[in-house]
């Protein structure tokens, strides 16, 4: 909403104009506030629209289904890029058999969504690239709060640092990781921030209060 | 054979000092000597924050819109304002800034319609106090005051 | 990690950092010694953690923009860039030619920017003095730059969803190829005076060896996936922002050592200003900014886009739930990612090729923790 559009080839004007009549004065102005006031209280999720993605028809896509019949649901494409959703049991098997068969050889990201109203409410996400072909595929899963999924390090060792930050922010522990400890927050810290539950200036107090010797660092 | 006479007469050390010779030149000299020369900044350098008044009449720039508020990532800017009954239009009573908390990315003036908020050249806000910090309308608008030091 | 010790010595722990000067900010990492070998590393981070992806979700897509500068702090105008192209990306709009132009002179200037400061601190790191000084001197020219064209110099808050803000100043063009003029010497000096340099060779072959197998691995990106000689760069595989249109080289080494990565960032130096040289003369006039909403509004929808930032890949995965503020925003550091590497590229090597190691990774702590 402060991205004010400039006038098409308009000659350098400084950032805060010449001061005087501005000629955005209008538009701006009349703009409805739809930010809220306060940030902090989070926006409330909208249940109704969904992504309007199209079927992903390619040849990677149908040896997937065809290797993975009954595990993966939906292959789609958003805007071009190509994701699948699978069952969580066999993300690895399908994260094994891309890197092996198919020359997804490099793990770009791991990270979780929170969706707390759903009841498989974390969406774990798996972000892969082709070398040899030049291109990627997320491979997506849906997860309820206290399932283990597999951890991925087995097939991929980058997985291990971004298995735990995902442990860290949302509190999905992954079952075989060698060496599953918090990594940015302290590893006595309570809670798991990313959580949409986790108000953005909630922390844990009693740390705090411990280790940095003030009653809150807010 | 060539590369053990390069080693053997340290070559590699000669041409290093070579270079560093080369700037000596006091022509090379960057350091700015701060307090007794002040620095030039940019045209649009974002800086201390100030709030414009008209120089014809003395009266704020400032319609009260709120959008400066509204556009701030870290909700530092409280502006206060009452109605005018016979203008019908706001009138700006207060205007809070919280320098404390600015990350000077602009988007506030770019938010304001009539200019009248503005990030500035001025650098040096430094305060003793927190409260000093935050900054009302008469500091806004009168800017801060910083001592020239002189060499 | 080996049952008994040379001579059955005790292992040997020692704490470095979080204040130690060459783990270039707040990196901890704790070695386990046998005298000089490194038996193994743990990492410990998050010191500067600041929680952005949360920021992120509680602040409008526009409000957000300034934070992801302060990720990495010293290639600012990147974050930026990435952050711009994916919100671009999910509402599915395009900057215009000479928004992209611009943003492709910012973002090698800030490749060129953040480059010096590796130089520099790297060879700081390992025992020269006087590159720092001659980095920063250039460097400098490169923040006035920017500060002319946005009015800051590290946090600069460039680029805005959509295209520019600022429009370019009076005699931006001009200021660029005078960089670029003044810039190309200068690494040849550099170059004089480290390349030939026997303490620097000595310091630095054959010292933390990442073959590309190892790299692909562990996810390791940018200059130090490029020196274990993998041509690849998101600039050329995926272009963005116009890549397409600028003739330039991936320069790639062999062994995957420190002195190669030292020499593809050299050489990233003087690309980054032949791109900026031709970016200049494309720049024709135009908007700058697309037709881009007020209140910024992207459909239901999820995004993964990613640029080469100085350091590597750098990601954006982006949540939109269809309201003003992003449902949820990932960032894929380059430098957590490339840091996670730093056990294998230490393990068997001596304790102060430790600190040559995570000079040449060239991380940034304030992404790695963000």
Known sequence: MADEQKPAGSPSPAPSGAGGVNPKAGPAAGAPKTAPPKPAAAAPPKPPAIMAATPWDSELARDLRDRFPDQIGETSTYLGQDFLIAKPDAIISILEYLKLEADFDYLVDITAVDWPKKPERFELVYILYSFAHNRRVRVKTSIADGYRPASAVGVHLTANWLEREVYDMFGIEFAGHPDLRRILLPEEWQGFPLRKEYSIVQQDERWVRENLGIESGQ | ?151 | MPESTFLDSTELVLNMGPQHPSTHGVLRVILKLDGEKVLGTDCVIGYLHRGVEKIAENRTYAQFNPYVDRMDYVAAISNGLGYCLAIEKLLNVEAPPRAQAVRVILTELNRIASHLVWLGTHALDIGAITPVFYCFREREEALKIFENYCGARLTTHAFRIGGLQYETYDGFEKEVLAFCDMFLPKVDEYEELLTNNRIWAGRLKHVGVLNAEECKEYGVTGPVLRAAGVKWDLRKAQPYSGYQQYDFEIPTCENGDTYDRYTVRIEEMRQSARIMRQAVEKLAAGPIMAKVPKVIKPPVGEVYVSIEAPKGELGYYVVSDGTTQPYRVRVRPPSFVNLQALGRMVAGGLVADVVAIIGTLDIVLGEVDR
């Open chain 2, 1 to 151: 054979m060539a590369n053990l006479l390069r080693k053997i007469f340290l070559a590699d050390l000669f041409q290093g000092l070579w270079v560093t010779f080369r700037n000596q030149n006091p022509k090379y000299i960057y350091t700015e000597q701060y307090p007794a020369e002040r620095p030039k900044v940019a045209e649009r350098y974002r800086g201390a924050p100030r709030l414009n008044i008209n120089p014809d009449n003395d009266e704020t720039l400032c319609i009260s819109c709120n959008l400066c508020a509204v556009a701030c990532p870290e909700n530092l800017i409280v502006v206060g304002w009452e109605r005018n009954e016979q203008t019908k239009r706001k009138d700006l009573t207060t205007f809070t800034y919280d320098t404390s908390r600015c990350m000077f990315c602009g988007l506030c003036e770019d938010a304001c319609p009539v200019d009248a908020l503005e990030l500035t050249q001025d650098f040096e806000m430094a305060s003793y106090t927190r409260d000093g910090q935050i900054w009302d309308r008469e500091m806004l608008e009168h800017g801060p005051a910083p001592k020239a030091y002189r060499s």
